[in-house]
């Protein structure tokens, strides 16, 4: 009786479940890529988080700031994994302010590993104005900030489209197949060949995309693959342990005429 | 019971137990006579014990890294994440630890509707219950606020702002609760304040809980009164502490899947944008775990009359045990009311649903017949199937599971009291 009732229960639930495509239909679903990421033992591909490095610094960086991570993340293990005289390059080769100095002056130096990213524009207003009045979102947890996460930003970055016939389009307003609203006020930046990747890797916008979509992965996830490691040996274990804690329950138990 | 004859071994155990019975109690409980037929529905008291150690020792080590200040909480959260040793570990922890604390709430208390455990002699379980789980709502609620992201801010712009709809004195209550004119710092400081205190009255109310439940004794799956203790029964240790063990690691295997595999499918990812005061998002949602009651607040077109059936929703528990009106506690015993039970689980889970989606269309209808069919649940199927409903013979003891041949529950108890 209980047994049937849960399948009315299973049945009933699922049935709403799946009402739930009436809700999204205007949405585009993004484009399922299949990520190294991914799954239970997923990792970053290292060559790729180099070349989408390169990409955002030299095309996201010129608008969107990173301000949660350090150029000493570059090096660390589980991200792009820069040698160590490398992430010292990348981090000199920025202008940072410090100070004040003993006279109360703010100046500059060449950056260092444990800089934060530098930031585009002083502040969110400055960001604001400089883009038609567009914040370019920080990018630092920017994939765990989008429902659908690393497709959904890929999707966006491949999804620029003319405009069907009827849609009109503001001045500095562009049309993406996956934006919500379909209207983005960043222009499409990528075209082919648009940087000249360091390991000769073609650059043509997909790999691109893909390339510094995976950045952005591990950039809001740093964690992502000592998680995974942490995970598959902490499940191994609780299972183990879980058999041995039921062997010794059967085993307690059968001092009882009772079932366990 | 032998608890009442207990005497230390040791010379130095006796001298201190006489003066605080502390190993008086040990012995209370580790040999409390616990029904042998218990099955794994009730294994979710100690899990729920574990959970909340669980949130308040990972709590804590979060306060040490976290700031409550509204420019520096979300950079503080993405600190914890980044550089604090195993910071994501345990931040992950505790804001899943707060999903699987819930999970387990709700198994817990339907279990409690299912087999009347709610009834005579346990009201006042049941009541100190439902107390600690307000309490884990409002816990959980400024907790989710405490990153000050975009579901945070909006979240409890939402929540607070519904105390703005009682007459006369709600816009004071609300600027009250705020300490501000919107939801600002002073808000999200207080919030963090009490998030840190309220699991310690819940701690305490934990205790009460069990110290009232270890009156009467567990309820148990047939739902009859036994003899304790008696070949009805056994001792809590080792045959229950092993049980509750298994069922705790499996349910940490569950845990452990979510922490280290998922730690974000729970969340929205609208948290993981600052707070922005300027910037609704297009769908504001709670947390999963107050989908239901989000959904009954919403069916109501007036803003008075939603906050009101929302707040009603919860307090209506505290009578259930005064409106179920069956002499049978298990619903084993009960098949009218076990097909009810399942219909208002179906409603609750249809409640959740409809509650993440937005209040228009086919969603509103169905949030309203959930809601009308909550509350004719408890006020009208529970006190007429209690009358009306012929149950199926019970048993007069666990390990004699002889049935008395009649739908009389006082004559199987009566037989049993002489046992």
């Known amino acids: ?260 | 019971m032998s608890e009442h004859e207990y005497t230390p071994k040791s010379k130095a155990g006796k001298w201190f137990n006489d003066r605080l019975p502390l190993l008086t109690l040990g012995a209370h409980l580790t040999d409390y006579p616990t029904p042998k037929n218990l099955n794994y529905w009730w294994t979710f008291g100690g899990i729920l014990t574990f959970c909340l150690i669980t949130q308040i020792v990972t709590g804590i080590v979060l306060a040490m890294h976290y700031v409550a200040h509204a420019d520096l909480a979300f950079a503080s959260v993405e600190h914890i994440m980044r550089d604090v040793n195993y910071g994501w570990l345990i931040r992950y922890i505790h804001s899943n630890g707060a999903s699987m604390f819930f999970l387990a709430v709700y198994i817990h208390i339907f279990r409690s509707l299912f087999y009347g455990s709610y009834k005579s002699p346990r009201e006042v379980i049941w009541i100190i219950g439902l107390m600690i789980y307000l309490l884990m709502m409002a816990a959980a609620f400024m907790g989710y606020v405490l990153p000050w992201g975009q579901m945070s801010f909006w979240g409890a712009t939402v929540i607070t702002n519904l105390f703005s709809a009682i007459p006369l004195v709600g816009d004071s209550i609300t600027t009250w609760l705020w300490g501000a004119y919107s939801v600002d710092n002073p808000t999200l400081n207080r919030f963090f304040s009490l998030h840190y205190l309220i699991p310690f009255l819940i701690l305490g109310l934990v205790v009460l809980h069990i110290w009232a439940l270890h009156v009467p004794g567990n309820n148990n799956p047939v739902g009859i009164d036994i003899k304790k203790p008696s070949k009805d029964t056994v001792p809590f240790h080792p045959y229950i502490t092993i049980k509750d063990a298994f069922a705790l690691l499996v349910f940490m295997i569950i845990f452990a899947g979510f922490v280290f595999f998922t730690p974000n499918v729970l969340g929205h990812s609208d948290n993981y944008i600052p707070a922005n005061p300027l910037v609704t998002p297009a769908h504001i949602v709670p947390e999963w775990y107050l989908l239901p009651f989000y959904a009954i607040l919403r069916s109501v077109p007036d803003k008075l009359g939603g906050v009101i059936l929302m707040f009603s929703a919860i307090f209506i528990l505290f009578v259930l045990p005064w409106l179920d009106t069956s002499k049978v506690r298990s619903a084993v015993f009960r098949p009218i009311y076990r097909q009810f039970f399942w219909i208002l689980v179906i409603d609750v889970l249809m409640l959740g649903y409809v509650g993440a989606m937005p209040a228009e269309g086919i969603y509103l209808v169905l949030a309203r017949v959930g809601t009308i069919y909550y509350f004719l649940h408890f006020i009208v199927v529970m006190p007429v199937v209690g009358y009306l409903e012929k149950t199926d013979p019970i048993p007069m003891s666990i390990s004699e599971p002889v049935l008395t041949g009649g739908a009389e529950p006082s004559l199987a108890r009566k037989v049993n009291d002489k046992v």
């Open chain 1, 1 to 260: 009786m209980i047994k049937s009732n849960i399948k009315l229960l299973v049945l009933s639930f699922l049935l709403l479940i799946s009402l739930r495509p009436l809700q999204s239909a205007e949405m585009v679903d993004p484009i399922k890529v299949d990520w190294s990421f991914k799954g239970l033992t997923g990792t970053f591909d290292r060559a790729s988080l180099q070349r989408g490095f390169q990409v955002y610094k030299e095309v996201c960086a010129s608008c969107h700031s990173m301000q949660y991570l350090s150029y000493r993340n570059l090096g660390e293990p589980g991200g792009p994994e820069f040698s160590e005289q490398e992430v010292k390059a990348i981090a000199a080769s920025f202008e940072i302010e410090d100070g004040p100095d003993s006279q109360g002056e703010m100046f500059t130096r060449p950056g260092k590993p444990s800089d934060k990213f530098k930031s585009p524009y002083p502040n969110v207003q400055a960001a604001t104005a400089a883009n038609g009045g567009a914040y370019p979102p920080d990018m630092s947890v920017l994939v765990k900030a989008r429902k659908g996460g690393a497709n959904y930003i890929y999707s966006v970055l491949v999804g620029y489209e003319d405009p069907p016939p009827g849609v009109t389009l503001d001045d500095g307003v562009y049309y993406n197949k996956y934006m919500a609203g379909n209207k983005i006020k960043m222009p499409n930046n990528l075209m082919d060949g648009l940087v000249e990747y360091a390991d000769g890797t073609e650059s043509t916008v997909d790999q691109m995309a893909k390339d510094v979509t995976t950045f952005l992965a591990w950039a809001a996830e740093p964690e992502l693959e000592e998680r995974h490691k942490t995970g598959v040996k902490v499940i191994i274990y609780l299972v183990l342990l879980t058999i041995l804690v039921y062997l010794s329950m059967r085993k307690i138990w059968s001092r009882i005429d009772t079932e366990v």
